[in-house]
């Protein structure tokens, strides 16, 4: 079962998005799940974690700006991102930690504008 995002958009730099990401019960419970990104011509990178039972982690370059968080009654993970900066604009992604294969779906495109 492919996982979804959903929430992305245009945005002027300074704005903030959210981003949801719904998956099955079984694969919520039990994962580390993460937000990851993929930036034209970059290799898709990790930018935010939570453990099951809610520990944070987050790449440098989104520290202090983007927070995790997880709703585990809707089996649904968010991606708070404040101060967006034109950097951000990628396609957003979310999967377990570590990541599974066959988890991949669309993503949804961020695009910051300066």
């Known amino acids: 079962v492919q996982l979804q995002a959903s929430g992305g958009g245009l945005v002027q730099a300074g704005g903030s998005l959210r981003l949801s990401c719904a998956a099955s019960g079984r694969i919520f419970s039990i994962s580390p799940m993460g937000w990851y990104r993929q930036a034209p011509g970059k290799q898709r990178e990790l930018v935010a974690r939570?453990?099951?039972?809610?520990?944070?982690t987050y790449a440098d370059s989104v520290k202090g700006r983007f927070t995790i968080s997880r709703d585990n009654a809707k089996n649904t993970v968010y991606l708070q991102m404040n101060s967006l900066k034109p950097d951000d604009t990628a396609v957003y992604y979310c999967?377990?930690?570590?990541?599974?294969?066959?988890?991949w779906g669309q993503g949804t495109l961020v695009t910051v504008s300066s």
């Open positions: 999967n377990t930690d570590p990541p599974r294969t066959d988890r």
């Open positions: 939570i453990g099951s039972g809610g520990t944070t």
